[in-house]
Protein backbone atom coordinates (compact mmCIF):
# COMPACT_ATOMS: atom_id res chain seq x y z
CA UNK A 1 0.00 0.00 0.00
CA UNK A 2 1.18 3.46 -0.68
CA UNK A 3 0.48 6.78 0.48
CA UNK A 4 -0.24 8.99 -1.89
CA UNK A 5 0.19 12.87 -0.19
CA UNK A 6 -2.40 15.77 -1.09
CA UNK A 7 -1.87 18.92 -2.41
CA UNK A 8 -1.34 21.01 0.95
CA UNK A 9 -4.62 20.22 2.66
CA UNK A 10 -6.10 17.92 5.02
CA UNK A 11 -8.39 15.68 2.58
CA UNK A 12 -7.53 13.56 -0.38
CA UNK A 13 -8.75 10.39 -2.67
CA UNK A 14 -7.85 8.61 -5.50
CA UNK A 15 -10.65 8.16 -8.04
CA UNK A 16 -9.10 6.37 -10.60
CA UNK A 17 -6.05 4.35 -11.90
CA UNK A 18 -4.69 3.01 -14.95
CA UNK A 19 -2.36 0.08 -16.40
CA UNK A 20 0.51 1.86 -15.88
CA UNK A 21 0.22 3.01 -12.38
CA UNK A 22 -0.85 6.30 -12.75
CA UNK A 23 -3.74 7.63 -10.17
CA UNK A 24 -6.04 10.76 -10.25
CA UNK A 25 -8.16 12.15 -7.62
CA UNK A 26 -8.85 15.11 -5.64
CA UNK A 27 -7.06 17.18 -2.71
CA UNK A 28 -7.66 20.46 -0.63
CA UNK A 29 -4.96 23.12 -0.77
CA UNK A 30 -2.87 24.30 2.07
CA UNK A 31 -4.76 25.66 4.31
CA UNK A 32 -8.21 23.74 3.30
CA UNK A 33 -9.34 27.31 1.95
CA UNK A 34 -12.81 27.34 1.69
CA UNK A 35 -13.57 24.48 4.42
CA UNK A 36 -15.94 25.57 6.71
CA UNK A 37 -15.67 22.83 9.37
CA UNK A 38 -17.45 20.11 7.22
CA UNK A 39 -15.24 19.54 4.06
CA UNK A 40 -18.93 20.71 2.28
CA UNK A 41 -17.26 22.70 -0.57
CA UNK A 42 -13.28 23.24 -0.16
CA UNK A 43 -11.02 24.72 -2.66
CA UNK A 44 -10.31 21.26 -4.01
CA UNK A 45 -8.12 20.42 -7.24
CA UNK A 46 -7.98 17.43 -8.96
CA UNK A 47 -4.06 15.78 -8.82
CA UNK A 48 -2.50 13.05 -11.01
CA UNK A 49 -0.48 10.74 -9.15
CA UNK A 50 2.82 9.21 -11.21
CA UNK A 51 5.12 6.92 -9.69
CA UNK A 52 6.12 9.42 -6.75
CA UNK A 53 5.01 12.38 -8.57
CA UNK A 54 2.24 14.33 -7.54
CA UNK A 55 1.07 17.10 -10.10
CA UNK A 56 -2.16 19.55 -9.71
CA UNK A 57 -4.26 19.62 -12.50
CA UNK A 58 -5.70 22.95 -12.46
CA UNK A 59 -8.90 24.13 -13.04
CA UNK A 60 -10.74 26.51 -15.83
CA UNK A 61 -9.75 29.34 -13.56
CA UNK A 62 -11.95 28.51 -10.89
CA UNK A 63 -11.65 27.29 -7.07
CA UNK A 64 -12.77 23.66 -7.47
CA UNK A 65 -11.99 21.30 -10.02
CA UNK A 66 -13.20 16.91 -10.48
CA UNK A 67 -11.11 14.49 -12.37
CA UNK A 68 -13.55 11.04 -12.76
CA UNK A 69 -11.58 8.93 -15.27
CA UNK A 70 -8.06 8.10 -16.32
CA UNK A 71 -7.24 6.49 -19.66
CA UNK A 72 -4.06 4.03 -20.15
CA UNK A 73 -2.44 7.17 -22.02
CA UNK A 74 -2.49 9.47 -19.09
CA UNK A 75 -5.36 11.57 -20.54
CA UNK A 76 -8.11 12.82 -17.39
CA UNK A 77 -11.68 13.74 -17.79
CA UNK A 78 -13.90 15.66 -15.09
CA UNK A 79 -14.77 19.45 -14.78
CA UNK A 80 -14.38 22.64 -13.18
CA UNK A 81 -15.47 25.26 -12.23
CA UNK A 82 -14.74 28.39 -15.47
CA UNK A 83 -13.20 31.57 -14.15
CA UNK A 84 -15.37 33.54 -11.33
CA UNK A 85 -16.90 30.21 -10.13
CA UNK A 86 -19.82 30.92 -12.78
CA UNK A 87 -20.00 27.80 -14.86
CA UNK A 88 -18.88 24.11 -14.12
CA UNK A 89 -17.98 22.60 -17.61
CA UNK A 90 -16.45 19.51 -18.40
CA UNK A 91 -12.54 19.13 -18.88
CA UNK A 92 -10.00 17.21 -20.22
CA UNK A 93 -6.68 16.85 -19.31
CA UNK A 94 -3.98 16.04 -21.95
CA UNK A 95 0.17 16.01 -22.27
CA UNK A 96 0.05 18.56 -19.40
CA UNK A 97 -2.78 21.06 -21.21
CA UNK A 98 -6.38 21.68 -19.73
CA UNK A 99 -9.51 21.83 -22.52
CA UNK A 100 -12.77 22.54 -22.14
CA UNK A 101 -14.88 20.61 -23.64
CA UNK A 102 -17.95 22.82 -23.21
CA UNK A 103 -21.33 21.99 -23.49
CA UNK A 104 -24.48 21.28 -25.15
CA UNK A 105 -26.07 24.92 -26.96
CA UNK A 106 -28.02 27.09 -24.74
CA UNK A 107 -26.42 25.11 -21.23
CA UNK A 108 -24.38 25.81 -18.48
CA UNK A 109 -22.84 22.94 -16.63
CA UNK A 110 -21.29 19.60 -18.55
CA UNK A 111 -19.31 16.81 -16.50
CA UNK A 112 -17.01 14.40 -18.36
CA UNK A 113 -17.45 10.69 -16.81
CA UNK A 114 -14.88 8.48 -18.90
CA UNK A 115 -12.65 8.79 -21.50
CA UNK A 116 -11.53 5.30 -23.55
CA UNK A 117 -8.31 4.95 -25.59
CA UNK A 118 -9.14 6.67 -28.56
CA UNK A 119 -10.01 9.85 -26.70
CA UNK A 120 -13.91 9.35 -26.78
CA UNK A 121 -15.18 11.29 -24.17
CA UNK A 122 -19.06 10.26 -22.52
CA UNK A 123 -20.76 12.65 -19.95
CA UNK A 124 -23.65 14.88 -19.55
CA UNK A 125 -24.55 18.77 -20.41
CA UNK A 126 -27.06 20.33 -18.15
CA UNK A 127 -29.79 23.58 -18.73
CA UNK A 128 -28.97 26.50 -16.24
CA UNK A 129 -31.73 25.73 -14.16
CA UNK A 130 -29.99 22.25 -13.79
CA UNK A 131 -33.61 20.81 -14.48
CA UNK A 132 -32.30 19.32 -17.61
CA UNK A 133 -29.72 16.81 -18.31
CA UNK A 134 -28.82 15.04 -21.85
CA UNK A 135 -26.25 12.69 -22.42
CA UNK A 136 -23.56 13.65 -24.86
CA UNK A 137 -20.23 12.42 -26.27
CA UNK A 138 -17.34 14.59 -27.01
CA UNK A 139 -15.52 13.34 -30.41
CA UNK A 140 -12.48 15.21 -31.77
CA UNK A 141 -13.16 17.66 -30.00
CA UNK A 142 -16.87 18.40 -31.22
CA UNK A 143 -19.52 17.36 -28.71
CA UNK A 144 -22.49 15.24 -29.83
CA UNK A 145 -25.86 15.15 -27.97
CA UNK A 146 -27.14 11.14 -28.61
CA UNK A 147 -30.59 12.35 -28.76
CA UNK A 148 -31.98 10.24 -27.09
CA UNK A 149 -33.34 9.62 -23.41
CA UNK A 150 -31.25 7.66 -22.02
CA UNK A 151 -29.96 8.10 -18.76
CA UNK A 152 -25.98 9.00 -17.58
CA UNK A 153 -23.44 7.29 -19.43
CA UNK A 154 -20.77 6.74 -16.88
CA UNK A 155 -18.29 4.90 -18.85
CA UNK A 156 -17.25 4.19 -22.78
CA UNK A 157 -15.06 1.42 -24.19
CA UNK A 158 -12.43 1.41 -27.22
CA UNK A 159 -15.55 0.46 -29.27
CA UNK A 160 -17.58 3.16 -28.41
CA UNK A 161 -20.28 1.49 -26.46
CA UNK A 162 -21.72 2.92 -23.76
CA UNK A 163 -22.42 1.75 -20.20
CA UNK A 164 -24.68 3.35 -17.23
CA UNK A 165 -27.33 2.75 -14.38
CA UNK A 166 -30.66 3.54 -15.56
CA UNK A 167 -34.39 3.94 -14.46
CA UNK A 168 -36.92 1.71 -16.43
CA UNK A 169 -40.54 2.67 -16.61
CA UNK A 170 -41.97 3.05 -13.13
CA UNK A 171 -39.27 2.84 -11.49
CA UNK A 172 -38.42 6.39 -9.50
CA UNK A 173 -35.10 4.32 -6.98
CA UNK A 174 -32.11 2.94 -8.88
CA UNK A 175 -31.38 1.53 -6.07
CA UNK A 176 -34.19 -0.45 -5.46
CA UNK A 177 -35.35 -0.90 -9.36
CA UNK A 178 -32.52 0.75 -11.42
CA UNK A 179 -30.92 -1.31 -14.17
CA UNK A 180 -27.79 -1.29 -15.97
CA UNK A 181 -28.07 -0.86 -19.67
CA UNK A 182 -25.76 -0.90 -22.39
CA UNK A 183 -25.51 1.47 -25.68
CA UNK A 184 -24.23 0.39 -28.88
CA UNK A 185 -23.53 3.09 -31.64
CA UNK A 186 -25.21 2.11 -35.06
CA UNK A 187 -25.25 3.98 -38.27
CA UNK A 188 -27.48 4.09 -40.36
CA UNK A 189 -25.53 1.66 -42.90
CA UNK A 190 -25.55 -1.03 -40.71
CA UNK A 191 -29.19 -1.48 -40.53
CA UNK A 192 -30.20 -0.62 -37.65
CA UNK A 193 -33.96 0.26 -36.90
CA UNK A 194 -34.87 3.84 -35.76
CA UNK A 195 -31.51 5.03 -36.51
CA UNK A 196 -31.33 8.56 -38.17
CA UNK A 197 -27.65 10.06 -38.63
CA UNK A 198 -29.32 13.12 -38.75
CA UNK A 199 -30.67 13.42 -35.35
CA UNK A 200 -27.38 13.42 -34.05
CA UNK A 201 -26.64 17.63 -33.36
CA UNK A 202 -22.89 18.37 -33.15
CA UNK A 203 -21.12 22.12 -32.37
CA UNK A 204 -17.48 23.14 -31.81
CA UNK A 205 -16.67 23.42 -27.47
CA UNK A 206 -18.00 26.92 -26.48
CA UNK A 207 -18.79 28.73 -23.24
CA UNK A 208 -22.39 29.72 -23.39
CA UNK A 209 -23.99 32.70 -22.08
CA UNK A 210 -27.53 33.10 -20.33
CA UNK A 211 -29.52 35.76 -18.67
CA UNK A 212 -28.51 35.63 -15.13
CA UNK A 213 -26.77 38.12 -13.16
CA UNK A 214 -22.83 36.74 -12.46
CA UNK A 215 -23.88 36.39 -9.04
CA UNK A 216 -27.37 34.40 -9.91
CA UNK A 217 -24.64 31.81 -12.02
CA UNK A 218 -22.68 31.40 -9.40
CA UNK A 219 -25.13 30.39 -6.67
CA UNK A 220 -26.61 27.59 -9.53
CA UNK A 221 -23.46 26.33 -10.07
CA UNK A 222 -22.82 26.02 -6.80
CA UNK A 223 -25.89 24.16 -6.18
CA UNK A 224 -24.89 22.15 -9.27
CA UNK A 225 -22.06 21.17 -7.85
CA UNK A 226 -23.07 20.45 -4.56
CA UNK A 227 -25.55 17.92 -6.28
CA UNK A 228 -22.60 16.79 -8.51
CA UNK A 229 -20.65 15.53 -5.65
CA UNK A 230 -23.29 14.16 -3.06
CA UNK A 231 -24.06 11.95 -6.38
CA UNK A 232 -20.50 11.19 -6.48
CA UNK A 233 -19.61 10.76 -2.73
CA UNK A 234 -22.99 8.10 -2.69
CA UNK A 235 -21.70 6.17 -5.69
CA UNK A 236 -18.38 6.00 -4.55
CA UNK A 237 -18.57 6.21 -0.92
CA UNK A 238 -16.22 8.97 -0.55
CA UNK A 239 -17.29 10.94 2.58
CA UNK A 240 -15.38 13.99 1.72
CA UNK A 241 -17.58 14.84 -1.48
CA UNK A 242 -20.96 14.59 0.76
CA UNK A 243 -22.55 17.93 0.83
CA UNK A 244 -23.35 19.27 3.94
CA UNK A 245 -27.35 19.51 5.28
CA UNK A 246 -27.09 23.36 4.31
CA UNK A 247 -26.85 22.48 0.90
Not at 80 to 93: I, K, M, S
Not at 108 to 116: K, P
Not at 150 to 166: R, S, W
Amino acid sequence: MLDIPTLGGTFAFAECANNQGQVIGGSNLVGDVGCTGSLDFCAQHAFSWDHGTLTDLGTLGGSFSLAEWLNNKGEAVGGAFTAGDELFHATLWRDGQISDLGTLPGDCFSVANAINSKGQIVGKSFSCDGSTERAVVWVKGAIINLNVPIPEPININDKGQLAGDGLPPGCDDENICGHEFLLIPCAAGQGCEGTDDGNARTSSPAITTNAATPTQRRRMTKEFVAQLRARLAQRYHIRGLRASPRD
